[in-house]
């Protein structure tokens, strides 16, 4: 009877560690979708395609794909229509925001810390 219990508490122990990984990896990816929805959406659309030749496509996107570095910058600077972002929400959710595109609608790109924009200013 002592096995048995042992045996459920291990499980237990298990399920609970992986479901923290898990969870912990979520939050990150859903903040960066939440802020990209709040703050890029209306012109990039939801689904990263844009609006052809007014809003370029962030999914598929050659910029995108490329470095983190260049997508921060664009953020910081603007460009074209895009406004700069500097100044008007952190660092932090800039990373976050780059690092959702950079691994949404099949893109895949490194990620890119709060530090390392804040660096380019």
Known sequence: MPQ??????SLLFL????CSLLSSAAPAQDEGEQLFLNNCAECHQRDGKG????????????VVRGSGV?????????????PSFSGSITFEDMADIIN????????????????RIANLQ
């Open 100 to 115: 959702y595109v950079r691994n949404a609608w099949g893109n895949s790109g490194e990620e890119i810390t709060a530090q």
């Open 15 to 18: 399920s609970f560690v992986f």
């Open 51 to 62: 609006i052809a030749n007014i809003y370029p496509a962030l999914a598929d996107s050659e």
């Open 4 to 9: 048995v219990n042992t045996t459920r508490l």
């Open 70 to 82: 260049d997508v921060a910058l664009v953020m910081l600077i603007g460009r074209g229509e895009m």
